[in-house]
Structures are given as C-alpha cells and as structure tokens.
C-alpha cells in the first residue's frame, strides 16, 4: 500500500511568484486536504476535494486554490506570494468520501520558503 | 480566535513514567476528537481518538479521557518511552464540518529521557 506523497520537498520562491504543490493520495483514498502548518503552531485547514469537487475551505483567500484528477491525486496551487505564506504545506488523504470520520494519513509536507 | 488550544509547548518526562498531554476547545459543536503524533520531517500519524459520546478509549499504552462539561481532553501515556518523543498535536471536528476538517492545537513537544 502506497502512503501519501508529496513534492517538492522543500523550495524556495520570492514575493508575488506562483507557486504548485503536489500529492499523491494513498492508495484507495477519494479525498484529499490540504493544511499549512506554520513554524510552531498546529496544522490549519485550507481546504478538501472529493470526487474532483472543493468539499469545504478554511479561512483562506481565494489566491490559496487547488485541483484534484480523475487518479484523486491534487495540487495546491498560490498565487502572488506573500511573506506570511512561509510554512510546511500538508496533504491529508481519507477514504471516507467526504465524511466525518476525522482520521487523516498525511504526507510529510512541502516546506515553503518565501523571501 | 483559538478554537482548539495545547497550553503547554513542551513536556518533559522521565522513561517509565506517565505522561499526560492536555488539550481544551471551547467549540461545543466538537463531537470527535483526534491525537496525531510528529516526528521531525514527517506527516502527523493519527494516535488514537474519542467520539464525544464516551468519556475515555484506550489503545494499548495510550489513553484518552474527555470531560465534555470541561471542554477539555487528555492523553495519557503509561509507560512512557523514549520513542514516544515527539510533537503531540489534539484535533477536534464537527459533523457540521464539510467533509474531515479537522482543528489542531498548537502542539506539546513530549520528551522522554532514558
């Protein structure tokens, strides 16, 4: 069983440059969510796909957007970067379909760097 | 606005001990809850959760209680060892929330010396 996989790894961009972040769900998961997590505070949600579709959004701008395939895997796509958009970005596969089972695998994150 | 909050950004313990992580929320709409341990340059791993209808799961070595009248959580780890150090995050979700958003604390770095 393949886990969740992400890349880059670790990049570095500069302000007001795009940027796209990559997972690959696990294997046999529909869903996938995406976390920030900035450096010494806890994961915060930016948004879900299920079935290709957005399936809820935290408090994110809308320059903070994303994409799911038909293979379930996703982007995370940022425009116009700013110095705050600095953190490890997360995926989260689930299998669940958009339910509440809370349990996500996460993959082990995209470290941005914006200077 | 912190919804979910870990008050202690670190713990320190001694191997063969109990360690006890404390979390409390203040969204009474929370109905599921969620340890995730981290090591460095990894994803969190989902420990062990509660469902708010019950006060306490036990999962082997861990443990976690909740007092729903308190809004607070806790997880207890007996006995505690050194490959127990690491980053503790508590998650809360409601079934209001689309699909599995989860929110975290901000995290306990357990340390547990030999």
């Known amino acids: 069983e393949t886990g969740v996989t992400q890349s880059p790894t670790h990049l570095i961009k500069t302000r007001g440059q795009q940027v796209t972040l990559r997972c690959s769900s696990q294997s046999g998961h529909n869903t996938v969510s995406w976390y920030q997590q900035a450096l010494g505070q806890g994961p915060q949600f930016i948004f879900q796909?299920?079935?290709?579709?957005?399936?809820g959004r935290g408090n994110f701008p809308p320059r903070f957007s994303g994409l799911q395939f038909p293979n379930y895997s996703s982007e995370l796509n940022v425009n116009a970067l700013e110095l705050d958009d600095s953190a490890l970005y997360l995926c989260?596969?689930?299998?669940?379909?958009?339910?509440?089972?809370?349990?996500?695998?996460f993959g082990e994150g995209s470290r941005l760097t914006v200077l | 606005d912190q919804q979910v909050k870990q008050n202690s950004p670190s713990l320190s313990v001694q191997e063969g001990r109990i360690s006890i992580l404390n979390c409390d929320y203040t969204n009474s709409m929370f109905d599921y809850f969620l340890w995730y341990k981290k090591y460095p340059a990894e994803g969190p791993t989902f420990l062990i959760s509660i469902s708010s209808i019950k006060d306490k799961n036990e999962d082997g070595r861990f443990t976690v209680f909740l007092n729903k009248s308190a809004k607070h959580l806790s997880l207890h780890i007996v006995p505690s060892q050194p490959g127990d150090s690491a980053v503790y995050f508590c998650?809360?979700?409601?079934?209001?929330?689309?699909?599995?958003?989860?929110?975290f604390g901000g995290g306990t770095r357990l340390m547990v010396k030999p």
């Open positions: 998650a809360a979700s409601a079934l209001y929330n689309a699909g599995n958003m989860l929110t």
């Open positions: 989260a596969s689930s299998g669940s379909g958009g339910a509440n089972t809370g349990e996500l695998f």
């Open positions: 796909y299920y079935r290709e579709e957005e399936n």
